[in-house]
């Protein structure tokens, strides 16, 4: 065991001595005894492979010779696949103090994952380890690399029940700034993408129609509608996306409790029972405009009906909803949807007539009436009827409670069990065989079912987002986020400092860029900085530096910002720096 004299590389050669002479072994082994540790000196950005780099030091007084650190490398990131794979050890040459480890990312196809760590940790060696012994390098996601990017907020929800997974109808054309549809790689739309609000997590959605010359209709799954600020992201032009995905075919925008949900009206189901109607002979689905999209008319006749059977849908439901949008002829009567057994009294009827509404449950004769016109002749209306059982039933028009009837002998199922029903007619079983009655003349869209009694909030967002949609959601103009990353400082004295930044992208819209800093970190919250430098929009990318007056002895923080009509983006990391004088002299 020795003591050596001072942190540096020290050498030792072991020999042996006999009659003959002396042996060396060869060759020399060598150690440092000078503390080695690790720093993240800057972050990696995917946009435009910006690298990152690890600092490996060593004492200043501990350089007489090369020095071989090993390490090994863990995080979130992937090597090969989000960054180039490091070799695993690294030489700090004779005269240097320190050597850097440059982590390359790769721009990983587009799908949103989030930024991702590598965290570099020194291994033991012929050295001694000092503190930290590791540090981690952040590579930003590149979310939004060439593609346009738009925000959805829901403006027009500011109801105090929280609404969770709503399928909302977001509707694109056009009329949206900056919106054209030949940025789509798919003629289909099959390149769409949308993500939650913190820009990670995707999002289900459905297609309802898609018309490169017009207006497109999508239902998107929502995580969670609460308050008027609430929004989603969308986002486009993305070859390796080009591929339809499952959830525009799985019905999982639509949640389990649907069993029922027909965008044209009454015939193809979109929810994830994935059932289809047997029209009459005279029945076409799409064949008129709705309230949206297209929509299914009904003429009266005998022939006009859509029939499902071997369809479990809300008839053994203790609570349902059933809701369409309705646009009845004048004069129209007949049943919008049900079944009725031989008795006259088991099976359920949702019937239309002189402008009235009528939902009659299992085992009674009558039922539950509107109390006002609630689908006026040749105009759209929604019409919305919530089972409760025993507790209430309730009917709604265009999202307001029309009426509602309490019977505490209503017990048990909406239905029979039966699972046959029709929309357009009711399925008579009074005769043999088996035939229909009561046919309903004027159109039917968007008509669902489900197992789930909705409250008045979900009835009334459900109204709105489709018969308002401007109001219920905001469309932002279609651009990208701003991206920067910070630059070291320079000119630093006790009485002024330039900080400096780079603007990377723009996002394709006009940017405006701020530094950000002062005597304590304010986060991503611009308001929370003591101070803000400002360039007003419009900014080109490039280089942006700021001169800064500073006080003596204190520490100071930076960070770069921007922003534009799609949000704000912030530099990945934060740059601090000291104003007291460093000074030397021999002792």
């Excluded at 609570?319 to 919008?336: C, E, F, N, Q, V």
């Amino acid at each position: 065991n020795v003591t050596p004299m001072s942190p540096n590389v020290h050498f030792y050669r072991f020999c042996a001595v006999n009659g003959s002479g002396a042996a060396w072994a060869n060759p020399p082994a060598g150690f440092s005894t000078g503390a080695v540790t690790v720093d993240a000196v800057t972050n990696a950005q995917e946009r435009n492979a910006i690298p990152g780099f690890f600092r490996i030091s060593r004492p200043p007084a501990a350089t007489n010779q090369d020095l071989t650190v090993s390490y090994s490398v863990s995080g979130t990131a992937t090597p090969g696949l989000d960054y180039a794979a490091l070799g695993g050890t690294v030489t700090i040459p004779a005269g240097a103090s320190n050597v850097t480890i440059t982590v390359t990312p790769i721009d990983d196809a587009y799908t949103p994952e989030g930024d991702e760590s590598v965290i570099l940790t020194l291994n033991s060696g012929l050295y001694t380890l000092g503190s930290p012994s590791n540090a981690t390098v952040t590579i930003g996601d590149n979310l939004f690399p060439t593609r346009p990017v738009m925000k959805v907020t829901f403006a027009g929800y500011s109801r105090s029940e929280p609404l969770t997974n709503f399928p909302a109808l977001v509707v694109l054309g056009t009329n949206i700034t900056g919106f054209t549809y030949s940025q789509f790689y798919s003629t289909n739309g099959w390149d769409l993408r949308f993500t939650d609000s913190s820009l990670t997590n995707l999002l289900n959605y459905d297609i309802e129609q898609w018309d490169p010359a017009g207006t497109s209709y999508v239902w998107v799954q929502v995580p969670r509608l609460a308050a008027s600020s609430d929004h989603i992201w969308a986002y486009w032009s993305n070859p390796a996306d080009a591929v339809q995905p499952a959830c525009t075919t799985n019905g999982s925008v639509w949640n389990s409790r649907y069993r029922l949900v027909a965008h044209d009206g009454g015939r193809y189901d979109s929810s994830r029972t994935f059932a289809t109607a047997t029209p009459g002979s005279g029945m076409v689905a799409n064949n008129t405009n709705g309230a949206i999209g297209r929509a299914s008319y009904f003429n009266g006749a005998m022939t006009n009906v859509f029939d499902w059977t071997a369809l479990t849908t809300i008839e053994t439901a203790t609570r349902a909803s059933i809701s369409m949008w309705l646009r009845p002829d004048a004069g129209a009567s007949g049943t919008l949807c049900g079944r009725q057994r031989p008795n006259g009294t088991l099976g359920w009827l949702f019937n239309f007539s002189g402008n009235q509404a009528q939902f009659i449950p299992n085992g009674y004769s009558a039922g539950l009436n509107s109390t006002t016109g609630i689908a006026p002749a040749g105009q759209l209306s929604m019409v919305t009827l919530v089972y409760k059982g025993a507790e209430s039933i309730e009917l709604y028009r265009n999202g307001v409670l029309d009426n509602s009837w309490y019977n505490s002998g209503i017990v048990g199922s909406i239905g029979s069990g039966d699972t046959t029903f029709c929309v357009g007619a009711k399925n008579n079983y009074y005769s043999t065989p088996a035939q229909y009655d009561s046919f309903y003349e004027g159109t039917i869209d968007e008509f669902r079912m489900s197992r789930e009694a909705f409250s008045s909030n979900w009835v009334w967002a459900t109204w709105f987002n489709v018969a308002s949609n401007s109001a219920f959601c905001t469309y932002s103009a279609t651009a990208g986020l701003p991206m920067l990353t910070n630059s070291p400082p320079s000119n630093i004295t006790a009485a002024s400092a330039t900080l400096n930044g780079y603007l990377v992208v723009t996002g394709q819209a006009p940017a405006t860029v701020f530094a950000c800093w002062g005597e304590t970190d304010g986060g991503t919250n611009r308001g929370a900085w003591d101070h803000a430098e400002v360039w007003p929009a419009p900014q080109l990318p490039g280089v942006f530096s700021t001169n800064v007056t500073v006080v003596p002895d204190k520490i100071y923080y930076y960070r770069f910002n921007a922003t534009n009509m799609a949000g704000e983006g912030w530099a990945d990391s934060l740059v601090r720096f000291v104003t007291t004088a460093i000074t030397v002299d021999t002792v």
